[in-house]
């Protein structure tokens, strides 16, 4: 009967945490990135003096092979990269990932023409309190 083994739970593949609003003021958060993913950007026919494209974005961890922790998060549209969180919102997305045990995140992102190239900025959801696990 020794050792007990400690079950968790399965891992929920993808956990969304709000819907799509087409306010520009609810999409304060700035990420990293975005001048080396121009390519990201044309794939999805973004262009530069385009209106502002209101979208459904997926937060994928990226795992330190070192460490094996998640060391930083992309944020995907359609399978492309437009960029990356900075902190705290990055802590907060972590956090997020660990308490509620998914995968990945699902979360609004507003992809917007700037002076200094196409730039994607996250909903203020990774602000608010967390969502309930299923």
Known sequence: MWPFRKRTAPRIESVRLAEVTTSESDYPMLTVGQSRLGDSFAALGFEAEAEPRF?????????????????????RVDGHVVGYL?????????????????????????????????????????????????
């Open 55 to 75: 979208a459904l974005a997926t937060l994928v961890p990226i795992i330190d092979p070192g460490m094996k922790k998640v060391a930083d998060l992309e944020i």
């Open 86 to 134: 900075r902190p705290p919102a990055l802590d907060t997305a972590i956090a997020l990932l660990d308490s509620i045990r998914a995968e990945s995140l699902e979360v609004p992102v507003v992809l917007m023409s700037t002076p200094a190239g196409p730039e994607a900025r996250v909903h203020a959801c990774l602000t608010g309190p967390p969502p309930q696990a299923g």
